[in-house]
């Protein structure tokens, strides 16, 4: 439907000799996983940050293995373990309540497996940006009557964010470059659309330019966004200083 599309157009050679859809579907496919990885990651950043900076040892000793343990191996070997432990956990549970088999849907999987690997990364980010909020700030609130959660708020958050975005903006890429490796769990993203491609017309290395190109346009668009909340962040900082 793409190709009559493009060629009713006059398009016809961005069709990508038939394989426009399959690279469009392959490519939306990256989006999602990508997007919700990095929900999921967020996520488990701010509660990693928070249990490092926590007193509470039992809080903070287990977000310190959990960081240290996941950046210090490959995230390709993470991702090949987490998966099928994921999926042998599951089976096993299932065979000892004697229900039937269940397999994981390998998106899903994909999505807690990102966010699982990359919410170490957003831990250190994000509790480097705690800390280099001014403790003055929290005692201010503090003083005013606000509780931790208005404190987080109102007056963490926002100035956590300014200092925390481009590291975020630095993890955005990497995260949307690493869903590369969700082929190998057999989910059709835009790599693994363009080697099929590529192995079909035996024109690999024109199609993988073209991945490279898509993967491109998303992260330069991407990142005029998060530019924005730059700016928008730090506005109130900016307007400071003058």
């Known amino acids: 439907m793409l190709d009559d599309l493009l060629q009713h157009l ?3 050679a961005f069709s990508l000799k038939g394989f426009g859809p399959l690279l469009l579907q392959g490519t939306w496919m990256t989006i999602k996983l990508s997007v919700l990885s990095l929900l ?5 950043g701010l509660l990693g940050a928070s249990a490092k900076l926590s007193s509470v040892g039992i809080l903070r000793i287990p977000a310190q293995i959990y960081t240290t343990l996941i950046r210090g191996v490959p995230d390709l070997v993470l991702m090949l373990l987490i998966f099928y ?20 849907d390998p998106f899903a999987s ?21 800390l280099a909020v001014p403790r003055g700030q929290m005692e201010a609130a503090t003083a005013y009557g606000l509780s931790r959660s208005q404190r987080f708020r109102y007056v963490v958050f926002p100035q956590m964010m300014r200092f925390a975005l481009p ?10 470059k690493a869903t590369a490796l969700v082929s190998i769990i057999g989910l059709a993203d835009l790599v693994k659309a363009a080697q099929d491609a590529g192995k079909s017309t035996y024109e690999l290395f024109y199609f993988l330019i073209i991945a490279a190109f898509i993967y ?6 991407s990142n005029f966004f998060l530019r924005w ?9 900016r307007e400071a200083l003058r």
């Open 10 to 12: 006059g398009l016809a």
């Open 40 to 44: 999921v990651a967020v996520i488990i």
């Open 85 to 104: 432990s994921l999926q042998t956990w599951v089976t096993n549970f299932t065979d000892a309540m004697n229900w039937d088999y269940f397999e994981i």
């Open 110 to 130: 994909g999505v807690v497996t990102l966010g699982f690997i990359y919410g170490a990364y957003f831990t250190e980010t994000f509790r480097g940006a705690i």
């Open 167 to 176: 590291g975020i903006s630095n993890n955005w890429q990497v995260v949307l």
């Open 216 to 221: 491109l346009m998303i992260t330069t668009t």
């Open 229 to 237: 909340l730059e700016r928008r962040y730090d506005h109130g900082s």
